[in-house]
């Protein structure tokens, strides 16, 4: 068990570099809040198993509540981006 999940962080931490190389690389807008809501959504999952690690769920709020902010600003930016804004 212990080994799936240094594998998942080991993922976690994988995607992250690659999300944050198109984040400072991204040609175009689009491409950045792309990379900045895969971002989010690592963050997300990271927290939500270190909640199961730790046998702390308040850490599961966090992530519900990080998860919801991130989304609202994605949509926000991404309407901005549109011009609809």
């Not at 900045?36 to 308040?58: E, G, H, K, N």
Request: hydrophobic share 65%; no cysteine; proline share 1%.
């Amino acid at each position: 068990m212990e080994y799936i999940i240094y594998l998942a962080f080991a993922l976690m931490t994988l995607g992250i570099i690659f999300a944050a190389i198109r984040f400072i690389k991204g040609p175009t807008a689009g491409d950045r809040v792309v990379a900045l809501d895969t971002l989010t959504t690592i963050s997300v999952s990271a927290l939500v198993l270190l909640a199961a690690i730790f046998q702390r769920f308040i850490y599961v709020d966090v992530a519900l509540v990080y998860g919801v902010l991130g989304f609202i600003g994605v949509i926000v930016i991404a309407r901005y981006l549109e011009g609809a804004l």
